[in-house]
């Protein structure tokens, strides 16, 4: 069987293409940090909404949206389903932009989080339309890699924007950036998945799958344990800026501290894809879980033995060894839950995605409460999450790990 499936002109534009609309992601979460100082400043917070919510609820937008763009690309064809993806976030977009209150300006946030889901499931799917064997290998790892790179170099970024232009300056870069990328989807690249090959929704079997998925045991906590890890880094993510401000004085540096962070999780990805075939997923996951504990403890030790005034240096190596743990932690976990998936890893990967992320928005919102410019509070986050993720892993490797078998119309349910 061949590793390329179809080839759409010169292969390397709709690389470029897919690259550049997952970066949007990632990109909507890390250059808007350098600005949340300016947005408190310029809209002034009312409880119970923090600036930290401009972050969190970003996320918890994306929840329901990955929830409803598998189905749609599937059914109505993946370009179809970006696009329509990429035109809620522009309205998300332009209501925070033009934003006078946080309030606002959170509700664009989430309406960003909701569209943004459309370009992240759509474009993977776009891939594995057209690749498969070790071509797709190597569009997933150039992929992966600018995941790696984004996080290092978003917040520099939103710094020099926030700069020039104040923080309405990145919503702008966000919109030109998605008129630009929409464009260019709606022009030069043809649709990857052909009517005959289409699934439409069909509700019945639809929730018949999804229940299946959801009370399958060994998924449903393999879910949750992901959405724990991903909350412990959405906290970060939430409070770093203020975090470095408030312990350490730190402002037209943040960018560099959050680059060395970051780098942790590109190092573990480089070292997993190494270690991975050799020990297996299950045992990389519970190294990294141990990891991200140990690293916590450690941290939570330094801060009630200085009285919460950690130096900086020893918070950049310990969290330095907090998020390789995550790296590590991230592609297993995923890659253990879709084992299970079966004849539903479409919309099971929808489920995945979604359900983790609201555990994830969930477990920062918490987190978050408890933050008022302390370090403590970190570790505290870090350990809880992955002592909680490597419990709810060891219960889920106990549990039956059968793939699980589609329902389809006309279909009785399996006893």
């Known amino acids: 069987m061949p590793d390329h499936k179809t080839t759409n002109g010169d292969g390397r534009a709709p690389l470029i293409l897919y690259a550049l609309l997952t970066s949007l992601t990632a990109i909507s979460i890390d250059a808007i940090l350098p600005g949340l100082h300016s947005i408190e400043e310029t809209l002034r917070a009312q409880p119970p909404l923090r600036t930290q919510h401009v972050v969190s609820l970003f996320v918890f937008g994306m929840a329901f949206g990955e929830l409803l763009i598998g189905p749609a690309a599937d059914a109505f064809g993946r370009k179809t389903a970006l696009i329509a993806g990429l035109v809620v976030y522009v309205v998300g977009t332009v209501l925070a932009m033009t934003a006078g209150s946080l309030d606002v300006l959170i509700m664009g946030r989430i309406l960003q989080g909701l569209g943004v889901s459309g370009p ?128 350490y004085g730190i402002d037209r540096a943040f960018p560099l501290l959050f680059a060395i962070l970051a780098g942790g999780i590109g190092l573990a990805s480089y070292t997993n894809g190494i270690l991975v075939e050799r020990f297996g997923a299950n045992a990389m996951a519970r190294s990294g879980f141990v990891g991200m504990c140990a690293s916590s403890a450690g941290m939570l030790m330094a801060c009630l033995l200085t009285d919460d ?107």
């Open 120 to 247: 992240k499931i759509a474009t993977r799917a776009m891939i594995r339309d057209q690749f498969e064997g070790d071509a797709m290998a190597r569009v997933m790892s150039f992929m992966f890699t600018l995941f790696i790179l984004v996080p290092m170099i978003g917040p520099a970024l939103g710094q020099s924007i926030v700069a020039l232009a104040g923080w309405r300056g990145v919503f702008v870069m966000y919109l030109v950036l998605a008129l630009a990328l929409g464009s260019w989807m709606v022009l030069r690249h043809p649709e990857t998945l052909p009517p005959e090959r289409r699934i439409p929704i069909r509700l019945k079997p639809l929730a018949s799958n999804a229940l299946r998925i959801l009370t399958n045991r060994r998924v449903a906590l393999l879910i949750i344990a992901t959405g724990f890890v991903f909350g412990a880094q959405l906290f970060y993510l939430s409070v770093a800026a203020e975090l470095f401000l408030d312990a």
């Open 309 to 415: 005034q950690l130096p900086l240096v020893m918070f950049m190596v310990l969290g330095f060894g907090m998020f390789f743990a995550i790296g590590i932690l991230f592609g297993n976990l995923n890659a253990m839950a879709m084992r299970s998936l079966g004849d539903v890893a479409g919309i099971g990967s929808s489920f995945l995605a979604s359900g983790s992320s609201l555990v994830a928005t969930l477990f920062a919102l918490a987190a978050g409460s408890f933050y008022a410019g302390n370090v403590v509070i970190v570790p505290v986050a870090f350990l809880l999450a992955g002592g909680a993720g490597l419990l709810l892993t060891v219960l889920a490797l106990r549990s039956d790990g059968t793939s699980i078998s589609a329902a389809r119309p006309g279909a009785k349910r399996d006893g």
